[in-house]
Each structure stands twice: as C-alpha cells, then as structure tokens.
C-alpha cells in the first residue's frame, strides 16, 4: 500500500499523531536550549576557525573533521555537519542556544520520518506511532541531542530515513522517481557520517524482505558502487585507510561482546547514567555474550516468522548502521562503546513492543496499555535525568568521574578546566590521578596527552624549566601530529616568558607546519606585539 494511500484513509488520524510526535520532542528536549557548550563543542565549533570564517571552511573543505590540527586518531571527514555548524555560526553567532535549537529540530524531523517510514511499511498509523513514540523517550538519545557534537547521528539518522522511505516507494510501486530520490538523498547523508556507507545493505534487507530482489538488484548495484567510491575517497581524504590492518580474528570474541553491549542498550536502555566504561565492558562479559544471543536469536525468529513480526523487520535493517562500531579495537574514539551510536537502531526496541503487543489477546490489552503507559513515564524520566549530564562540562566531567573513578579518560578534561579556572594544583592532581589509573587500560594509552598538560602547568606554577623538557622529549618521540603541534606551542610559549622571541616564532614556524590554529595565530601575534 503506498504511502500517499494509507495516508489518504487515515488522514484525521495521522494529522494528529504527527503533530503530537513533535510536540512530545519539543517539550522533552526544551530544557537543553540553556545548556552550554561541552566536550568536544570547544575544539569542534567554539573554537574552530572552520566554523567561524567562510573562507577557512572553503579552503579545508578537504580536511579531516578535527582539523586544526588533523588529529591522526580521530579519522573522520564530514563536510555536510561541519556546514551544519557554520550555518548556525552565521545565524545565533558563539552562543550555544542556536546550536543546540538545531540539534532539538533535527530529533523532531527524524522522529517523524520513523513515523512515517513504519506507517508505509506496515500500513497502520497506531503501530507506526508506538514505535515513534519509543524512539522520541528513548533515554539514551540524551547524548546524541543534548550535546552539540552529537548531531552527526542526527544528521545521518535524517538522510538515512529519508533514502529508505524513496526506496521503500520504489520496492513497492517502482518508478524512478522514488529511485533517484533515494540517490538523492543517500549520496549527501554519506558526507555527513561515513557509517552510512552500509545503506546498500539497509536498502538489500529491505529488498529482501519485501520480497522485491528482481526489482531492487540493479538499484543495489548502483547504491553498493556509489558506497565503494564514497569509501575509497574517505580513505584518501582522513587517512584512515590503513585502520583495518589492525583488525584480527583474534577480535571476534570481543566484536561478539559489543554485540551484547548495543543489545542491551536498544532493548532495555536504562543504566545508572548515560556513559558506558570499557571497565564494564571488561568485567561482565558473560553478561554480553547473554544479550547477544538473545538478539541473534529475535532477529532468526522474526525472518522465520515473517507474517507476524512485521515491525521488527522492518527495523532490522538500521541494525547495520552498527557494523562499522562494532570492534572497539578500530573505533577512533573514546569510548569506543558510546550509547549515542544507538541513535538510530533504537527503533528495534519500540517495533519489537509493538509486535509482541500485537501478538496478545483481546483480554490482555488493558495490561499492555497499562504497561506501555508506565514505561512511557519511566522513558521520559530517565531521559530528563540523563540530559542533566550535559549541562555543561563540570555537570559532566565531576558527576561522571563521582559514577565511574576507575576511568582514567575522564580526568584529563576536568584537569584542562580546572587549568583554565586557574586552579592549577588541582589541575596536576587530576591529571597524574588520570595517568596512574589509565596507565595498564588497553583501550586508551593518555600518557602522551597528561605529559603535555602537565608541561602547560608546569609553565605557569612556577617550574618552567620542567614543563620545556617535557614538552621537548614529547615533540621528540610521538608517532602523533597533533601531540607535536601541541608540544611545540608549549616551548614556543616558554620561549616567549623568558623574552626569546626569535625562538619562540621558530617553534611557532615548526608548529604551523603542521597545522594553522587560531591559537597559533594568536600566539604569533603576541609575540611580535612584545618585540616591538
């Protein structure tokens, strides 16, 4: 049944739903309109020359996403978001009311488009809502819309939904009309997350299980070629061509275990708060291995079962968007296992209520309306409580580090605030807490980047010497653009207290080799101010 149809017979009622999906969104999310900018906000849009000059953005359009330096762990090349943030640079100026405004907009359209894409696929509007509404009080949507860095899921959630909606169209009354709109739409979404590369195997689930392969292979071909040349130009562009060599089969077991993680996250979303420590991941793996298979075995049973698990085939294929994070071993950044990575696979959870609530009998419904009502109210509270998280950095960074105090990750960035609060003894005190307690993980070696916060403390509590030979032997012996850039600055900026200006601009030459920061700008300029 087409989707233009099944409006047309149930037009009062979608008019409704519709409308009250949005409303739900925007009463849920209107407390982070005053929320500040947080994480990885600074570096990405606080501070980023690319967000704030036309020109600079024009010029590094072909630079990885975290340029500025380019940072060699974080292999990321997304040109459509990064425009998304200097759009609203251009609209509400620095202040994060209008980037966070957005990110809220952005939830609201997506939760439509999953009430839409379920309402074509199923024919019915109240399934189709029950799972919208599940995706709206999702509680672990809290990261992806609360904090602004999180929008590349949103983003990516947009195009995602909106090219297999075209190619829901086009499987069920061809048309290339629907054809090249799913391109369309396709094409730009992988120039704001590269995970969508695996849309393909969205569109073949898809295919498949509405029973349409004669029409939908040659598409698939298509789509699959425009993935293939998307992943070669990705490469060439982030540098992040060679990160499958570290893959091994000897990761299986641990690939099996996020596996378990992410199950857990979509079917049963509520956990002490929203920030999951490899420390966990480490010490239950049975636990892991458990919800793995429990989901393996949902998802058999549902393709068995075709004719009565309708949603839930329908929401298996955005299962996929998961497979390039499903190794933490090759994920570019901290935590590899992030909740926000659900964002859009968390339909599976409300299409998997609604075919179970399906399946019961006519005296069970006032137990499933009484159920599907408290669980609502419970959704909607832990999602409140989680958005509290991130209000601001030391909301985060304190409350987390209270949560989770063997999680070395956490106190390098609470040391930089409290470096920038001027708190400089409690600054050290975190970091070489961070050092000693990360210092044995597997999963992220912080040495590098303690020694060179503690060589930046070093330099303004009165040891300078120590902080310029810490600095020195980093610059010397990473293997990390972006720990040299940053070393470099710190002797520059030693240079610079003791009056040795043509060091200091030579340090700041080596540096800009590297990579143009408005700090580095800023530095040079002070320098030449102070010589006159």
């Known amino acids: 049944m087409a989707l233009r149809e099944i409006a047309a017979s149930s037009r009062k009622l979608c008019i409704l739903l519709v409308p009250l999906l949005l409303v739900v969104n925007l009463l849920l999310y209107s407390g982070t309109l005053g929320f500040d900018f947080l ?31 380019d940072f060699a762990f974080l292999h990321y090349w997304r040109p459509l978001t990064l425009l998304s943030y200097r759009v609203d640079y251009l ?14 907009l952005i939830n609201a359209a997506v939760t439509v488009l999953v009430f839409l894409f379920f309402l074509a696929w199923g024919g019915r509007a109240v399934p189709a809502f029950l799972v919208a509404l599940w995706f ?46 799913t391109f369309l739409l396709f094409m730009p979404g992988l120039l704001v ?37 998307f992943a070669l130009m990705h490469a060439i562009i982030s540098g992040s061509g060679g990160m499958l060599a570290r893959a091994s089969f000897s990761q299986v077991p641990i690939v099996f275990q996020a596996i378990g993680v992410y199950a857990r996250m979509i079917l049963v979303p509520i956990f002490p708060d929203p920030y999951f420590t490899m420390v966990q991941f480490e010490s239950r793996p049975l636990e892991w291995v458990v919800w793995a298979l429990l989901v393996l075995f949902i998802l058999a049973i549902a393709v068995w079962k075709k004719d009565r698990w309708v949603y839930t085939r329908g929401a298996m294929g955005f299962l996929v ?47 499933l309306m009484a159920v599907t009502v408290l669980s609502g109210i419970a959704l909607y509270w832990v999602n409140m409580v989680y958005q509290d998280y991130f209000r601001n950095d030391e909301a985060f960074y304190a409350r987390l580090i209270s949560n989770h105090p ?45 020694a060179l916060l503690e060589a930046n403390l070093l330099l303004v509590t009165g ?23 940053k070393a470099l600055m710190i002797m520059a900026k030693y240079h610079e207290m003791r009056k040795e200006f043509a060091e200091s601009l030579a340090e700041l030459d080596r540096a800009e080799k590297l990579g143009s920061t408005a700090e580095l700008f800023l530095q040079r300029c002070l320098v030449l101010a102070r010589m006159g």
């Open 321 to 367: 968007l998961m497979v390039p994070v499903l190794n933490p071993v090759l994920v570019p950044s901290y935590p590899p296992l992030a909740m926000r990575f659900v964002y859009l696979p968390a339909v599976m959870g409300g299409a998997l209520l609604v075919d179970l609530g399906m399946r019961l009998g006519r005296k069970w419904k006032p137990v």
């Open 136 to 181: 709206s009080l999702f509680p672990l949507h809290a990261e992806n819309v609360a904090w602004i860095s999180g929008r590349p899921d949103l983003l990516a959630a947009l195009f995602v939904l909106a090219a297999a909606l075209a190619f829901l169209r086009f499987l069920d009354a061809g048309g290339t009309k629907f054809l090249l709109f």
């Open 193 to 229: 997350k590269e995970n969508l590369v695996v849309f393909p195997i969205i569109a073949l689930i898809m295919t498949l299980m509405r029973g349409r392969w004669r029409r939908g292979r040659l598409p698939l071909a298509g789509l699959a070629l425009v993935s293939a040349v």
């Open 406 to 450: 063997s999680d070395g990750s956490l106190y390098l960035p609470l040391a930089l605030k409290r470096a920038n609060e001027k708190r400089y003894p409690e600054a050290l005190n975190l970091v070489r807490r961070g050092v000693e307690i990360s210092k044995n993980s597997r999963w992220m070696d912080v040495r590098e980047m303690a």
């Open 463 to 485: 040891e300078p010497e120590a902080g310029f030979h810490r600095a020195q032997r980093i610059e010397r012996e990473t293997t990390q653009d972006g720990m040299r850039f």
């Open 39 to 69: 994480k990885d906000d600074h570096v990405l849009v606080e501070n980023n020359p690319r967000v704030k000059s036309g020109k600079v953005f024009l010029d590094t359009l072909g630079k990885r996403f975290f340029a500025f330096p």
């Open 91 to 104: 609209l509400w100026g620095e202040t994060p009311n209008g980037f966070h405004l957005a990110n809220v």
